[in-house]
């Protein structure tokens, strides 16, 4: 299994640190927010490009601001990343 690096939000400066600002004011269900109190794995995982995280999230909150109920947006993710073989 690959280990990929990544800095919390009590490390990130700058860029990051603005990035992970702007998704803690995002909302998000409830199973994306760890009991430790920092940034969810899979934004963590984004955390050496705050860019990307940028545009990969912003993608999800358009997504989010729809009508889809989440377990369907979830269902949709799901799908695509199968499609695209992701295998995360």
Not at 38 to 65: K, N, Y
């Amino acid at each position: 299994m690959a280990w990929l690096e990544t800095v919390s939000k009590a490390d990130a400066t700058g860029a990051l640190a603005e990035a992970y600002a702007a998704m803690d004011n995002r909302p998000m269900p409830p199973v994306y927010h760890p009991p430790h109190g920092g940034a969810a794995g899979i934004i963590r995982a984004h955390s050496l490009d705050p860019e990307l995280l940028r545009r990969t999230f912003s993608v999800s909150g358009a997504l989010a601001t729809t009508q889809l109920p989440w377990p369907d947006r979830e269902l949709l993710a799901s799908v695509t990343s199968r499609t695209n073989e992701c295998f995360y």
